[in-house]
């Protein structure tokens, strides 16, 4: 089919508001770029290795951070049915999430931490979420590094993903540990009135009760099905963000995926960095924030 003057000058208005949208927020990491002002990244989402991009940043700027690594689930070479149905279970299967050991593994989650803690400030906190896979290595890890953890913070699921095989309990829930730098912080963020409003019972406990992401809230690919298999709700960034930090504050997510942590940074009034080594969750991120001021 040939296209008419029309249609063609429609194509190219979308082509030019695409490069406009990437100008605006995304930065290419090269390895040609040696270091990184403050004001060139505020608000920018850099497509890049956290371990590279880390390094390039001066020391002592973020207020707070929020990872939610890789989980390495060691999930078997083949497909996985479900107990009853039969049906195949879309898991996280991701290369992203494949280690060849526990010590390759830990080797990873070392090295961003200690990355992480050079560019906090000497007040602010940390979050790292995963699962029972991972979480108790990432805490011992932590403790190592000299981290103070102030809390395990319980994610319980109202909808989990079922059980597969019925060999075990259905894993309903995910752990959130939140830490200062060191034992000697005491100076840190702490809104007690969210923490008692998120939390369960009068007191607040430690226990949030919310869905996976869901529905409309869930980035699709061009197949419809979803862009990334462990996108967190806004739900969860919103109580992250609401009980640690302040608004100006500005937070870092290293591995950041479709981008949760900084999109609900931005509606917050919060200002953000993230890193994504990925090129198709980046373009999820910009879809994210295309309607955002940021980039109008
Ligand atoms: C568990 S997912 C994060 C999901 C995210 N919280 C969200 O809501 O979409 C972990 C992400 O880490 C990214 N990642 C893995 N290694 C990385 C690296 N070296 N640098 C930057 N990102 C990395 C993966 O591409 C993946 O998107």
Redesign the pocket.
């Known amino acids: 089919m040939m296209w008419g003057k029309r249609e063609k000058q429609k194509m190219n208005n979308l082509f030019e508001e695409k490069l406009e949208l990437k100008s605006k927020i995304l930065i290419e990491d090269t390895p040609q770029k040696q270091e990184y002002s403050l004001e060139e990244i505020k608000n920018k989402v850099i497509l890049g290795?956290?371990?590279k991009v880390l390094r390039k940043i001066e020391k002592e700027v973020f207020d707070m951070v929020f990872i939610?690594?890789?989980?390495f689930l060691q999930l078997p070479n083949k497909e996985l049915k479900r107990w009853r149905v039969k049906t195949v279970v879309e898991g996280v299967n991701d290369e992203?999430d494949k280690f060849s050991s526990f010590h390759e593994y830990d080797n990873f989650i070392t090295m961003l931490l200690t990355e992480v803690k050079r560019v906090m400030k000497p007040t602010a906190t940390i979050w790292v979420i995963a699962t029972y896979h991972s979480i108790f290595r990432i805490g011992k890890i932590m403790q190592d590094l000299g981290f103070w953890i102030l809390n395990d913070v319980i994610w319980v699921k109202t909808n989990p993903m079922p059980n597969w095989l019925g060999v075990r309990f259905t894993n309903a829930t995910e752990t959130l540990i939140w830490a200062v730098k060191d034992k000697s912080v005491k100076k840190y963020t702490f809104n007690k009135e969210y923490a008692k409003k998120f939390g369960i019972g009068k007191i607040g406990a430690n226990v949030w009760t919310l869905p996976i992401c869901l529905g409309a809230e869930r980035l699709k690919d061009e197949k419809g099905k979803k862009l990334?298999s462990?996108?967190?709700p806004i739900e969860l960034l919103k109580r992250v963000i609401l009980t640690s930090t302040n608004e100006g504050d500005l937070i870092l997510?290293?591995?950041?995926?479709?981008?949760?942590?900084g999109y609900v940074a931005h509606i917050l009034k919060r200002n953000f960095v993230m890193?994504?080594?990925?090129q198709k969750?980046v373009n999820g991120i910009l879809e994210r924030f295309k309607y955002s001021h940021l980039l109008s």
């Open positions: 290795d956290a371990f939610d690594p890789p989980y992203w990334h462990t996108q967190k997510d290293p591995v950041a995926g479709t981008g949760t942590t890193i994504e080594i990925n969750y």
